[in-house]
């Protein structure tokens, strides 16, 4: 994680399968992420669902398609918390924010490593079972949450390069 | 000791015992509301009480700041845990517990009846496709866990606004969780206390807790401020018992040195305070029979009041001759004395009159102890003191009292300050203080401050006020939702922030069953919800949860008062709905109030709405009472005067006499007005006091004095009087509880112009005599 930490800004492309037991077919969405320092994550996915996710702090802008802007504080939003929080935890490198919010373990070497995440905080447990970050290097490769409710998501990360 | 001393000193214990006596039965009430007036009409004396008893009243307001961000939440979390822990406080909100928990659980399930999104247009199969497109949508994006949880079984959305109307109209922003104030890094917090807003021993409990709870979770240099009426009217009470506490022991002590620096003779001090003890002993009882309780102003007053019919015993004592009969000094002075008891207690008597409860206590109070005092004297003291042969020595006339009396040639010089303050008056007639918060003991930045919390937290304010009234809880509903349109109007228009009413979280019985019809049948319902999904790839069973909530809504009986379960929500209608005494009451409690004139101006035409101005209705009751001070103070001034018609052997004296009293209460006004000190109802409570004092001046230097020995102990007995008067009401000047204070002053100034006035103007000329024509006058004294 020292590694991942190193970095101020990082950008990558995204790929993530949800599968959701509401609906008969997995959701594959894709397009690109931004970290800045020190709490700054931008996600715009691209369409067919199309969607732009902006994290400041504890603040959280979503646009949906051409909804308009809602803004969300993360505490009042324990579901959506969890998950960008690990998210931006992630290419943050920030271990001491995961701990805050989960208990981490952590496997492999340092080519090949797996954190796993269970979430502490009980509101959040209502809905997430676990996350897990595979990474190699200072790079996080995959971020896959399961929920209790059955659902799962997985989302593949790939560097990119600076201004994509 | 001698057994006419015993005789004395035995009085005097058994007085204080009994005095005791009446201290311990009395029942001492420090609750301000005892003490101020009632609303004038049944209404608005309901909803006063409210304000000042009621759930509203029962609201702590808190702040922490003082530390950085991280710091304050962290204190604010544990602070509200602590507090809740404590187990005397019915909530403490400190974050949007909404989200999460039973609440909002419960929320949820009753969304079908509560929200007002349920509408027959929002289960059309048009409708249903758009609410499952964005649906579908909102399952693509990041938000997908909140989608799945709350979108699939509540597709049209009927639970966002039923949420939005229930959290209330905060303004608040969030740091980890915790609220804070929009504008600066204040953590904020919420509490309603389990005991009543009057229940002052209650709240000094909470009061504790709070302070406890805080010293235990306070992170960094975090500190607490405090808002709310509870908070307000412990601050009060303790300003007020602190005061009456202080003074009676300050001025006691101070009384007491003068005295005995004068009387040089334990025993005499002992005859002194007898018929005072004995006069307080009856004020109290009387009172108390007369109210239920003696109010712990009322008290105060009282003791102060001790400096004042202390001059009786006084009076007597100095001005009796060595080896006098009680029938001697009755003969010289008795009348005199009788007139300047009769006047006193007739003054003060008027104040008894007055319909303001706390004013009509003192007047019976003061008026009664003077009596009592009096009475005392002259039946219980003056025998013990003629058997214990207590007089001041006889000691001629000094020179310098002559030199001093010579002055009153010159008295025509007098007319000037008390024409010149009466010109002043004239022409800038003092100002009046037209709002109760003034006379309120707790300092202004306190009320600033609580004005503060409440605007961040969005909590109502107490400026403005308007309530439904009927018969049960669902005519209250009814008449509220009646008035909806005209609060979203006015909101709109900004003539307020919001308006929190109940009808809006709980709608009337009848608005449910509309909202049930509006709710179509099962079959009809899945079928539509089967058409608007073709196409989006939704499975069969994944609105399973939204069928079986809408069909349970459908069936379920309408949700009342009783079936709102959760705490938190009942905490949160039970200000706003409530019964008393067989009716009940909706109050519509705006907050961020821009223009309440308008806001009463839009209500005032609704039918079956109260509205109340809070500061005006208190301005408007303070007013009214003042008005009607001048007519008790006229009745008290015609009483006054009627006792010295008949008392006064010399009607030409008359003039004499009340030329410096009147004097005297000119120049106290004139000068209160220049010392920029508006007038209130408890400056002119004072007026009536304040001339009875003068009335003793005055009568004593007006009676014939043949001899310049008795000029001499009149004087000398009199400045002794005056000291201990100007010690315990300069004392009062101190006060931090207006009411005192402004008694103090009023007081001070008022028998310091008297005692001048009544010097120059009452007392007789000397007769004129040379420097030689003395020195060859034989021993003096007769």
Known sequence: MADLAAVPTRYARFHEIKTLRALAQPVETSGTLVWRRPDHLEKRTLPPHPERLVLDGETLRLAIGDQPVREITLSAAPPIAALVEAIRAALAGDLDSLQRHYSVGLEGDRAAWRLTLVPTDPEAARFLRVAYIEGSGPDPRVIGFRQTNGDSSVMEIAPAPAKP | MKASQVRLASAFVLAALLAALALALAHLSADIADFLPEGRSEGARFMLDQVRQGPVASLMLFGIEGAAPGDLAATSRAFADKLRASGQFRFVENGARLIGGEAADFLFRQRYLLSPATRPEAFTEPALRADLMALLAALASSAAPLAAEFGLADP?????????????????????????????????????????????????????????????????????????????????????????????????????????????????????????????????????????????????????????????????????????????????????????????????????????PGLAELGVFAASGVLATALATRLVLAPLVAAAAIAPAERPAPLWLDRLEGMRRYRAVAALPILLAAA?????????????????????????????????????????????EGHDAETVLQREEALLPRLDALTARGASAAVDVAARLLPSVATQRARQAALPAPDELAARLARAGVGLGFRDDAFARFLADVAAAR????????????????????????????????????????????????????????????????????????????????????SALLALLVGLRDLRALPRVLAPILGAVVVTLALLGALGIHLSLFHIVALPLMAGIGLDYALFFARRQPSGDERARTFRTLILCHAMTLATFGLLALCRTPLLRGIGLTVVIGVAAAMLLSFLIAGRLPVRSTPACRHRSPAPGR
Do not use: C
């Open chain 2, 555 to 638: 069936a379920a009986p309408p949700l009342t008062l009783a079936g709102i379960t959760p705490d938190l929500l009942a905490a949160r209608l039970a200000p706003l709905l409530f019964s008393e005494n067989g009716r009940w009451f909706g109050v519509i409690a705006p907050s961020g109030v821009a223009d309440p004139a308008s806001f009463r101006a839009a209500l005032a035409s609704a039918p079956h709405v109260h509205v109340l101005l809070i500061a005006a209705e208190m301005s408007d009751l303070v007013e009214s009472y003042t008005r009607q001070a001048w007519r008790w103070l006229g009745l008290g001034a015609a």
């Open chain 2, 156 to 356: 049209t959305g009927a639970a966002p606004p039923l949420l939005a109307l229930w959290s209330g109209p905060s303004r608040v922003r969030e740091v980890d969780g915790v609220w804070f104030a929009p504008a600066r890094d204040r953590a904020l917090l919420i509490a309603r206390t389990k005991a009543g807003g009057a229940d002052l021993a209650g709240q000094r409990s909470a009061s504790r807790a709070v302070a406890a709870a805080f010293a235990a979770s306070r992170h960094g240099s975090a500190r607490l401020l405090t808002g709310g009426p509870a908070f307000f009217a412990l601050e009060a009470e303790r300003a007020i018992r602190g005061d009456a506490e202080t003074m009676s022991f300050a001025s006691g002590i101070l009384v007491l040195a003068i005295l005995a620096v004068w009387l040089k003779n334990p025993l005499a001090l002992a005859a002194v305070f007898t018929p005072v003890l004995l006069g307080m002993t009856v004020a109290l009882w009387l009172t108390t029979l007369l109210f239920g309780h003696v109010h712990a102003l009322t008290f105060g007053f009282g003791m102060t009041m001790l400096g004042v019919s202390l001059d009786y015993p006084v009076l007597w004592i100095g001005h009796r001759r060595p080896g006098e009969a009680v029938a001697a000094t009755s003969g010289r002075i008795g009348r005199t004395l009788a007139v300047t008891v009769a006047g006193a207690a007739a003054g003060l008597a008027g104040m008894g009159a007055s319909a303001f």
């Open chain 2, 424 to 468: 002043t008056l004239f022409i800038a007639p003092p100002a009046l203080v037209g709002d109760l918060a003034e006379l309120s003991p707790v300092p202004k930045a306190a009320g600033d401050l609580d004005g503060e919390l409440r605007a961040e937290l969005g909590a109502p304010e107490v400026t403005v006020l308007a309530w439904v």
